[in-house]
């Protein structure tokens, strides 16, 4: 952990703060847990023109897992009639569908030296009461999609646990 009372050091580990919210997110519930069912999902949407961002796969129960992965909103109903479609095909239980996420991400290059910046991001949001539903990570990038209605508040609060807003 960087400890240091001016924070410069934390504006190298932490450069920037990223929010997006022109993403949605798609659950496929249940999908059997077998060789090649994940290309079986992505296949289609990528032959589609779709591009998929976070990929988030789950233990359900017994042989089965939930896949949660994050589209551009612009291309949110195609993709939707696309999961739908293939739920049908492997056997999957339901598809769920979300509009209303943003996802925030702390970047920095000097977080591949440094330990302790998921859980100071983790707590941030926490002591907000903002809620994460999705975790993806990167030598350089932390982001977590959250609901949509918090994204502004969890850019300010990130901003300044890591000493981005001062100058």
């Known amino acids: 952990m960087v400890v240091n009372e001016d924070k410069s050091m934390e504006r190298l580990v932490v450069s920037s703060i990223a929010v997006n919210k022109k993403e949605a997110r798609i659950t496929l519930i249940k999908v059997p847990d077998q060789p090649g069912i994940a290309a079986k999902i992505f296949l289609p949407i990528s032959e589609a023109g779709v591009n998929v961002d976070m990929i988030i796969q789950n233990r359900h129960s017994g042989k ?3 896949l949660t992965f994050t589209v551009p909103t612009s291309d949110f109903e195609q993709a939707m009639e696309l ?83 001062k100058s």
Do not use: P
């Open 83 to 165: 999961a739908r479609g293939i739920a049908v095909q492997i056997g999957a239980e339901d598809v769920l569908g979300d509009t209303h996420i943003a996802k925030v991400s702390v970047i920095g290059v000097g977080m591949k030296n440094h330990s302790g910046v998921a859980s100071r991001m983790f707590s941030t949001l926490a002591a907000e009461n903002i809620n994460i539903l999705m975790i993806s990570t990167s030598e350089i990038r932390i982001s977590c999609v959250i609901s949509e209605k918090y994204a502004e508040l969890a850019v300010r609060a990130l901003h300044s646990e890591f000493g981005l807003d």
């Open 64 to 66: 089965f897992n939930d």
